[in-house]
């Protein structure tokens, strides 16, 4: 058997029992080593280290993806030293960037001619997607201000309180004033009506999220468009929306096709979409896509001409690996629409079963809607002996990895578990996590309260008396607030 350890007298030095069979000194851990070491030996300690890391299978915190077909792994490995930056040099690679982008746009109803080219391009995540469609959106503000001799000095943008980080990023590393619609209990998205409320001449766009990371909730697009439309013809605004469809962009169109929230409605004039979570490929890719070659301004285009190739390119990094564009073109090509529809429906399936197991137990209520990412969130109907927290942490024990957080403003006191359900979570596994539930229920109640509070070890503090002795929605409070401070910032986690 091979035993990792660290030596408690050295935290400084790794070391390792089995790679004491080449290194006989110890290895700094944060300083490049004076000599190098056999290959076996670098494998053995980075090996042992790493098997203390969660299985990534049983991680349901993560949309993002966590297997793929071996055929698709070997393509993607195999093209693990290629550079997607330098085209003229893989050229081919190039195309099927091409080809994905266009295959999205059109998934999505942009409207794209016979022979003509959807607008858009592969990125790191959904993150550097959006800023790129923020950018444009700033860019284009910032025109149409200058044209009309008005000042574009004071940019804004709206959202829900339940927006992802990175539109937060976005706000605050390119200036734009982030106005959020609070959220309230019980009501855990972007009400349109607030948000076309706090919309002004400075607002360079509206972004509505399909799939909030907190809920998987679908925002109401159609409505926004609605009241954004009638709000910009009376003001003579031309205020755009953005869908961040990170999650969603590749459910609703199997699961939902009548759903109308993309290029369908007028006002939407980008979306963006993570390939590594339901478009199925490992971590490292997104999409962004944009109505018109009308909605990109030209001047945030780059054109470099590197190593023998004149590239226009519109990203915020240079180099990138090329296997994650690669594994989503696989995943296209192999599954088809078909073979999409069909992962959705078992996830949707699979979800279903999670849910009525849940509701089942008594102790929850779902904080999901049936409609949306297929993922479950659910909280305490009572948290006065345990909280969602202690729940999340015994799971740890039967290997689940389960996030559990607390609702952004104003509906902090609302703490939630969430389960994504990705397409290597079958059936099984989600009557496994069930019954392992059940499990960690029934032993925190057999306890009395202040022994379940003891057995508390996400805090690794036993709860004073008094908290154990509040109202349910005065315990979850305190907890939150606990909480929060142990997570600094709200949003940690998810993603
Ligand atoms: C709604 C939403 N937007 C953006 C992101 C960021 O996506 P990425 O991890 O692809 O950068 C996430 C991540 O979960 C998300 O849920």
């Not at 915190?61 to 003229?88: G, H, Q, R, Y």
């Not at 078992?346 to 089942?360: A, H, I, M, Q």
């Not at 019954?435 to 070890?457: G, R």
């Amino acid at each position: 058997m091979v035993i990792s350890t660290t030596r408690s007298d050295c935290g400084e030095c790794l070391d390792s029992t089995f790679g004491s069979r080449y290194v006989s000194s110890p290895v700094p851990k944060f300083k490049i080593p004076d000599s190098s070491m056999p290959k076996e030996a670098a494998y053995q300690l980075i090996n042992d280290e790493l098997m203390l890391d969660g299985n990534p299978r049983l991680n349901l915190a993560s949309f993002v993806t966590t297997w793929m077909e071996p055929e698709c792994d070997k393509l993607m490995m195999d093209a693990i030293n290629k550079n997607f930056v330098d085209m003229a040099e893989y050229p081919v690679t190039s195309e099927l960037q091409t080809r994905c982008v266009n295959m999205i746009a059109k998934l999505f109803n942009a409207p794209v001619g016979d022979g003509e080219t959807a607008v858009g391009t592969g990125t790191v995540g959904s993150s550097e997607a959006m800023m790129l469609a923020g950018l444009a959106f700033k860019r284009k503000w910032q025109q149409r201000r200058k044209a009309q001799g008005k000042a574009y000095d004071k940019p804004n943008m709206v959202t829900g309180a339940n927006v992802h980080v990175c539109w937060e990023k976005f706000a605050n590393y390119f200036e734009v004033e982030l106005r959020e619609v609070k959220l309230e209990e019980g009501y855990y998205v972007m009400d349109p009506v607030k948000a076309v409320e706090l919309v002004d001449e400075n607002t360079i766009c509206v972004a509505a999220i399909l799939g909030s990371t907190m809920t998987g909730e679908f925002e109401d697009v159609k409505l926004l468009n609605e009241l954004l439309s009638e709000k910009n013809k009376k003001n003579g605004w031309e205020n755009p929306i953005h869908v961040d469809a990170a999650s969603g962009g590749f459910i609703a169109p199997f699961l939902y096709p009548e759903l109308e929230w993309d290029f369908r409605l007028p006002l939407v004039r980008s979306i963006n979409v993570s390939g590594h979570k339901y478009g199925l490929v490992y971590a490292g890719v997104g999409w962004v896509v944009w109505r018109t070659q009308d909605d990109l301004p030209e001047e945030l285009i780059f054109n470099i001409n590197y190593l023998g190739s004149e590239q226009p390119t519109f990203t915020l990094n240079f180099s990138k690996g090329s296997s994650q564009i690669i594994g989503q073109y696989y995943q296209f090509l192999r599954l088809g629409f078909e073979g999409y529809e069909d992962i959705m429906v078992n996830c949707r399936d699979n979800t279903t079963v999670l849910r009525e197991g849940l509701t089942k137990m008594g102790k929850f209520d779902i904080v999901s809607k049936d409609v949306g990412v297929p993922m479950i969130a659910f909280s305490l109907k009572d948290s006065t002996k345990y909280t969602v927290f202690d729940i999340a942490e015994s799971l740890r024990r039967f290997g689940w990895i389960l996030p559990a957080y607390t609702m952004p403003a104003n509906a902090e006191n609302v703490a939630v578990l969430r389960v994504v359900v990705r397409e290597d979570f079958n059936r099984s596994l989600a009557e496994r996590l069930l019954t392992d539930i059940e499990e960690v229920l029934k032993e925190f109640d057999s306890l009395p309260s202040t022994k379940a509070a003891v057995l508390t070890p996400a805090t690794g503090k036993t709860p004073d008396e008094k908290l154990l002795k509040k109202s349910v929605k005065g315990t979850q409070g305190e907890v939150t607030w606990y909480w929060k401070r142990l997570v600094d910032g709200r949003r940690a986690g998810a993603c």
